[in-house]
């Protein structure tokens, strides 16, 4: 049984704190701010990162437990964050629902309804609130909550398994991909259609962060600091960002061959396509290669408030949905220039900051509070996701 890990890993809350800084971005639309998130140049996006992190964050919290205190405590404590995320997911779905149903009416603007996802919620809220509480009917934007509940909601016997046999852990996480992609399996959604993130193909990758924080980084170390690893992870991303260039200069298309175009495309995001996967692998090599755990920089003044956003990652996620909207809102009803585009971009990234700075200091003097009593062990779950 691997050793469970005994130090948080600032990295983890870095990338994670920026992978919501770009996912917020990239939910407003026409956004010129958005040209410089991953997505842009790569196969994958934020999402990955965030998937990711939140697999090994989840195992570097529940698989100590698992160890100290057992399976069924352990598995109490997991399911117990998932429903706190699922109780956040139906406020921000609500209030969420409020905001956009409020600037419809009063800007007598039915479009915003209509790309926000939310006509059938109009048309038939109390038939579309429960299939909301199913989790079956989820508006723009807020695809990535409910990922997160279902993968929590499985997480128990994956971590159980890691702790005990975790080549065979590994294993089951990828036949469930490979299966999903075989007999394309995902979960309904309502009005139709399936999952936007398709919880049997992203598993794959919060699966794979838990088996790295238990034990998996030992065991790959030496093969991710490989020369050639690390040199066949930058040819990835270089082919990848070439290859992405055809998609906004058209011209440039006919430089990628044929039998490569029908191979590749589509990319597919919701079922987590495996050229994604490995555009993800390659970044987090190099990651790995040239951010190391006691880099300076990470407990600077500079990296603080992508730092503290990651470990507030449920707030400031939610913050981030309310905020998008808030952008679009803006940028369709004053003005859509660039101005105005870096502004309200830069300003939403500031409002996250400041509300993640707010939460810290409010941990601060409870911690400080409780120290000056009965002494108690803090809940390192209570803020990550």
């Not at 010129?32 to 992190?53: C, H, K, M, P, Q």
């Not at 989840?58 to 100590?64: D, K, L, M, Q, S």
Request: aromatic residues 16%; proline residues 7%.
């Amino acid at each position: 049984m691997p050793p469970a890990p005994t130090e948080r890993d600032l990295r983890l809350d870095l990338f994670r704190g920026v992978a919501l800084w770009l996912i917020f971005l990239d939910h407003i639309p026409s956004n010129v701010v958005s040209w410089i998130t991953l997505r842009n140049y790569g196969f994958s996006d934020a999402t990955e990162i965030f998937v990711f992190i939140s697999g090994y964050t989840a195992a570097f919290v529940y698989g100590a437990t698992m160890q100290e205190r057992g399976f069924v405590v352990a598995s109490a404590r997991i399911l117990r964050r998932a429903w706190q995320v699922y109780v956040a997911h139906i406020f921000l779905f609500t209030i969420y629902m409020a905001e956009i149903a409020y600037v419809s009416a009063s800007f007598e603007n039915p479009l915003y309804a209509e790309e926000m996802g939310v006509f059938e919620f109009l048309r038939q809220p109390d038939v579309t609130l429960v299939q909301a509480l199913l989790l079956k009917f989820k508006p723009a934007n807020m695809d990535v909550l409910p990922l997160y509940i279902a993968l929590l909601a499985a997480f128990p016997p994956y971590v159980w398994l890691v702790l005990r046999a975790p080549t065979v852990a590994l294993f089951v996480t990828v036949a469930v991909y490979a299966a999903a992609w075989q007999f394309e399996l995902n979960l309904p959604a309502y009005p139709s259609g399936h999952w936007v993130f398709n919880p049997l193909a992203w598993q794959l990758l919060f699966a794979f962060g838990a088996w790295c924080a238990l034990g998996g980084m030992t065991r790959i170390g030496p093969f991710t600091r490989s020369p050639w690893v690390v040199g066949l992870a930058a040819l990835y991303l270089a082919i990848s960002f070439a290859i992405v260039l055809t998609w906004y200069v058209p011209p440039w298309t006919r430089y990628v061959p044929k039998w490569l175009a029908e191979w590749m495309y589509p990319i597919d995001k919701t079922n987590l396509d495996v050229l994604r996967v490995a555009h993800f692998l390659a970044l987090a090599v190099l990651t790995v290669r040239f951010v190391p755990p006691d880099w300076p920089a990470l407990r600077s003044r500079w990296m603080r408030p992508a730092v503290i956003c990651g470990q507030h990652s449920l707030e400031v996620f939610c913050l981030g949905v309310f905020l998008a909207f808030a952008a679009h809102f803006v940028m369709a009803e004053i003005s859509d220039g660039i101005a105005m585009q870096v502004f309200v971009s830069l300003l939403g990234v500031m409002l996250m900051i400041a509300v993640a700075a707010l939460m810290s200091w409010y941990k601060q003097i409870e911690g400080r509070h409780a120290g000056s009593g009965a002494k108690r062990s803090p809940d390192p779950a209570g803020s990550s996701t």
